[in-house]
Nanobody, 124 residues
Framework: QLQVVESGGGLVQPGGSLTLDCAAS????????IGWFRQAPGKQREGLSC????????YFSPSVRGRFTISRDNGRNTVYLYMGNLEPDDTAVYYC?????????????????WGQGTQVTVSS
């Protein structure tokens, strides 16, 4: 089966950092665009970042640009989201998703396979 699984969430203090993993199985991740999204209670899903295929660019939303970094390890078939200088407003469930084309897209409907999500809570 085609799937991605997020992990690495947890409780962190403001100003702290976390790295989330998006591990793929059933396909080779390196050829496709991988997006990170989050959804807080009562809020719409928000696109955060995307990494294009191996030679493509990366993208970040204004809310996380300069604080978050996206990367991939093709040998592990995994994409990572490093989150630094976390704020309480970053509290949400974080998802990764796959677009089976090489380029990123701003439209979440074109991402075909989604993970189950991992909870990130930023609180003192």
């Amino acid at each position: 089966q085609l799937q991605v699984v997020e992990s690495g969430g947890g409780l962190v203090q403001p100003g702290g950092s976390l790295t989330l993993d998006c591990a793929a199985s059933g396909f080779t991740l390196e050829y496709y665009a991988i997006g990170w999204f989050r959804q807080a209670p009562g809020k719409q899903r928000e696109g955060l970042s995307c990494i294009s295929n191996s030679d493509g660019p990366t993208y970040f939303s204004p809310s996380v640009r300069g604080r978050f970094t996206i990367s991939r390890d093709n040998g592990r078939n995994t994409v990572y989201l490093y989150m630094g200088n976390l704020e309480p407003d970053d509290t949400a469930v974080y998802y990764c998703a796959v677009r089976f084309l090489p380029d990123c897209s701003q439209f979440d409907e074109v991402y075909s396979v989604w993970g189950q999500g991992t909870q990130v809570t930023v609180s003192s």
